[in-house]
């Protein structure tokens, strides 16, 4: 790391020049990544949720390679690729509910576009053209290309572009160690959350809206929160009242992070659309994904004949057959199967550091997708002061400290506290994770002393 004072080198890449230095990585070997001074980093995050498999799988590496030999691209207006056809065949084959289509973008916030472009679709194919209002929820991200950040909830990514943004109504997140009042059960607790996406439908009128948006588990915006048990179930059940399309976005939470390649399973529901991303490329390529229920493809299929979207490069063969290795490493390899084990020995490892820190408020999360809350009082659960950065101040001890982490906050939402993410890859190993542990307990420590 650089020392924040000193002047930003030059550097051609936009942004780059704007902030403190940042070491360049060169190498990646397993579960750590190389810096080009030789010093080695624990990917306790992979990135943001990404490396799911570490950073030098030699399957995926050698699956891109066949690929590159074979074909590079070929545009989806001419053709389809054996490796774009692979993946959908999979991916749905793995999917919960009537997921029946896969529709490959670049990413994340590319296939939370394509979703609610699809929904949109969806109602003016059946003869619903009035549909097409937007409800998420308060805390969240959906992407950053317009679309996508209008439904996201946190204000501050979006406050400056206001003019350029669709207008989404946000209702309230489903987080229980920040909103479930004291002496109310979980149960009735998911289902006053849930309610208050019934009570927008009802004073937007439900004719008029087109899709509900959600993250199974939460990510960025507050750190591995999951719904209480029972809070999908009525989702689902609400928006189906209404006739409202339910998109999960699984951007960061899918592709097995939370223990089941979808993290929906866990909730016993299936949405209309889902979206994936980070751990479908792995960080191998970029790609994402939308995947759609028969009944939305079969009203486009029967109706105008085609959805009205795409890109240059959607379904790029080389994306695609990193991604078909992934999915492969994890199902047929079995890498999916190690992360309810790796993820109770991880949140074990949390608790027995943490549970008596005084400013850790909060140990939550699923699988492999786990987050410690940080707090200036235990007992009233007060964040620090925004003003403090303190999760910069964590990202930046953790580095030094050779650990790469996710900590995010203090200007979510109005001050709702710092957390740090953790998202380390499935191959993670039982004396990393102490590894990772104590990395981040120094760095922690040695964040709020300063
Ligand atoms: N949705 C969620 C839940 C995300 O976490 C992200 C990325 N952090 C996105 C969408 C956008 O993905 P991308 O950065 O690949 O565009």
Known sequence: MGRPDAPPPRSAVFGRSMGPPLPVAVGGDGCYLIDARGRRYLDGSGGAAVSCLGHSDEKVRAAIHAQLDRLAFAHTGFFTSRPAEELAEKLVAAAPGDLGHAYFLSGGSEAVEAALKLAR???LEIGEPARHRIIARRQSYHGNTLGALAAGGNAWPREKYAPLLTECSHVDPCFA????????????????????????????????????????????TAGAVPPVPGYFARIREICDRYGVLLILDEVMCGMGRTGTLFACEQDGIAPDIVTIAKGLGAGYAPIGAMLASRRIHSAIAE???????????????????????????LLDDRLLDAVPRLGTQLADALDARFADHPNVGD????????????????????????????????????????????????????????????????????AQIGELTEKLARALDAAIAC
């Open 363 to 430: 140990i939550r999360g699923r699988g492999l997708f786990r987050a410690v809350e940080l707090v200036a009082d235990r007992e009233t659960r007060a964040p620090f002061d925004p003003a403090r950065k303190l999760h910069a101040r964590i990202k930046a001890a953790a580095m030094e400290e050779g650990l790469i982490c996710y900590p995010a906050g203090g200007t979510v939402d109005g001050a709702r506290g710092d957390h740090v993410l953790l998202a380390p890859p499935f191959i993670i190993t039982e």
């Open 121 to 123: 679709q969806y109602f």
């Open 177 to 220: 160690y920040r909103e479930q009042a004291s002496g109310e059960t979980a149960e009735d607790y998911g289902r006053r959350a849930a309610d208050t996406l019934e009570a927008e439908i009802l004073r937007l009128g439900p004719e008029s809206v087109m899709a509900f948006i959600a993250e199974p588990v939460v990510g960025a």
């Open 303 to 329: 109706g105008s004949g085609a959805f009205q979207h795409g890109h240059t490069y959607h379904a790029h063969p080389l994306s695609a057959a990193a991604a078909h290795a992934v999915l492969s490493r």
